[in-house]
């Protein structure tokens, strides 16, 4: 399973884009990186998954050079409400394989100030 | 909808004590994980289903540990004779199955062993 690396912690402030950027370097052929986003005493939320170049939601943006061996969550424009963990995950994705398990880190807190 | 739920939400058992917890995953759904999360740590893996079938439980710290999902939908973590280093809060997440990595979490049940 590949580990990911990924800073304790960022500041930013209110109206800023902040980009949180996670090192893979033992990425395989079939993972793909998946972002969770974990508020005090609340169970992490799914934020953005993507296996190569960029993809885009209404939350966040997730860009993947193209050796795959990081990558970075892009969040536009954050709020005090944004304040989090935030979880940078790689994982197997074949539907056939029964090793569905992540890895978690101790992910990077971001706070967001006024 | 409704979302995965757990109860309780808190426990407190006293060492040597069984625990039950529940987990209701959200409907349909394929998949169901089970985390430990200790205090400023990311969640760790316990144990997977893949609708009754138990296809990993590698994270299953000891053998006080046991899961199961016997219908495919509810699933219940027991521990049996707590000790003092099972408190953590326990997080159950589903999945709809396919390619992602996309799970739902619960809230989370807070467990103390005092």
């Known amino acids: ?114 | 909808g409704a979302g995965v739920s757990q109860s309780p939400r808190y426990k407190v058992a006293k060492r040597g004590q069984d625990v039950a917890l529940r987990c209701d995953p959200i409907s349909g759904h394929v998949s169901l994980f089970w985390y430990q999360q200790a205090l400023g740590q990311g969640p760790e893996f316990l144990t997977y289903f893949q609708n009754e079938a138990q296809l990993d439980k590698s994270g299953l710290p000891s053998d006080r540990f046991f899961a199961e999902r016997p219908e495919g939908s509810v699933s219940t973590l027991k521990i049996q004779r707590t000790q003092q280093e099972d408190s953590a809060v326990y997080l159950c997440a589903s999945s709809p199955g396919g390619r992602t990595h996309e799970q739902y979490f619960g809230p989370g049940t807070r467990l103390t062993v005092t």
């Open chain 1, 1 to 114: 399973l590949a580990k990911t690396t990924q800073p304790i912690s960022m500041d930013s402030y209110e109206g800023q884009e902040v980009n949180i950027t996670c090192s893979h370097n033992n990425i395989a052929t079939n993972d793909y990186i998946t972002w969770y986003q974990q508020f005090p005493s609340q169970g992490p939320r799914f934020i953005i998954q993507g296996y190569k170049t960029k993809v885009t939601n209404e939350v966040a943006s997730l860009f993947i050079p193209a050796d795959r061996k990081s990558s970075t969550l892009s969040l536009p424009r954050v709020s005090l409400s944004d304040t989090a963990v935030y979880y940078c995950l790689v994982g197997d994705m074949e539907v056939a394989g029964n090793n569905r398990k992540l890895i978690w880190g101790l992910g990077t807190s971001l706070a967001v100030n006024p």
